[in-house]
T-cell receptor, first 112, second 111 residues
Framework: KAGVTQTPRYLIKTRGQQVTLSCSPI?????VSWYQQTPGQGLQFLFE???????NKGNFPGRFSGRQFSNSRSEMNVSTLELGDSALYLC???????????FGQGTRLTVV | QKEVEQNSGPLSVPEGAIASLNCTYS??????FFWYRQYSGKSPELIMS????GDKEDGRFTAQLNKASQYVSLLIRDSQPSDSATYLC???????????FGQGTELSVKP
């Protein structure tokens, strides 16, 4: 069974640009959540989608947005990138709410 | 603000010893608890989940949950150098799909 797949693995962007990250969950999983990991703040929740609906959102500015498609694949978008957005962005999938969540390999975003 | 607290470490144990990792959480209504292992430069890997009070064993790992004390722990028996990693405690938020993570405990197992 394939795991959670995130693309791309690495990205370098310039301040002010926007970026889209992609996540394909484990087959059969309908919940996809996104996290930002930085050395100073640790793992912080961005948002969660279940059956194309955003059910929960973390405390991040509106520049961070996401969506989920009918096949459960999800994308997150960050607009007007800032230097502080440099982080490891992790996607996790689970079959139901607050059950075991499995992470993808992450996308390392560097904003210069 | 729901919080999860862990000792940041580093925790250093000799090979073959028992490593004990601890975690406390603030939301008394929490129902699901997880331990993840994260090697440097890698993503978190789920190693244990626990939902009921008591102990849950899986190989060399034992998770312990005490909801009255709002306390979760992870014991690693016969620690190996390959267990050296950061261990993240996570608590499920009952409002849907969100995990609240502690800052992680760095474990170092010395040969």
């Amino acid at each position: 069974k394939a795991g959670v797949t995130q693309t791309p693995r690495y990205l370098i962007k310039t301040r002010g640009q926007q970026v889209t990250l992609s996540c394909s969950p484990i087959s059969g999983h309908r919940s996809v959540s996104w996290y930002q990991q930085t050395p100073g703040q640790g793992l912080q929740f961005l948002f969660e989608y279940f059956s194309e609906t955003q059910r929960n959102k973390g405390n991040f500015p509106g520049r961070f947005s996401g969506r989920q498609f009918s096949n459960s694949r999800s994308e997150m978008n960050v607009s007007t990138l800032e230097l502080g957005d440099s982080a490891l962005y992790l996607c996790a999938s689970s079959s139901m709410t607050v059950t075991e969540a499995f992470f993808g390999q992450g996308t390392r975003l560097t904003v210069v | 603000q729901k919080e999860v607290e862990q000792n940041s470490g580093p925790l250093s144990v000799p090979e073959g010893a028992i490593a004990s990792l601890n975690c406390t959480y603030s939301d008394r209504g929490s129902q699901s608890f997880f331990w993840y292992r994260q090697y440097s430069g890698k993503s978190p890997e789920l190693i244990m989940s626990i939902y009921s009070n008591g102990d849950k064993e899986d190989g060399r790992f034992t998770a312990q949950l005490n909801k009255a004390s709002q306390y979760v722990s992870l014991l690693i028996r016969d620690s190996q150098p390959s267990d050296s990693a950061t261990y993240l405690c996570a608590v499920g938020d009952n409002q849907g799909g969100k995990l609240i993570f502690g800052q992680g405990t760095e474990l170092s197992v010395k040969p």
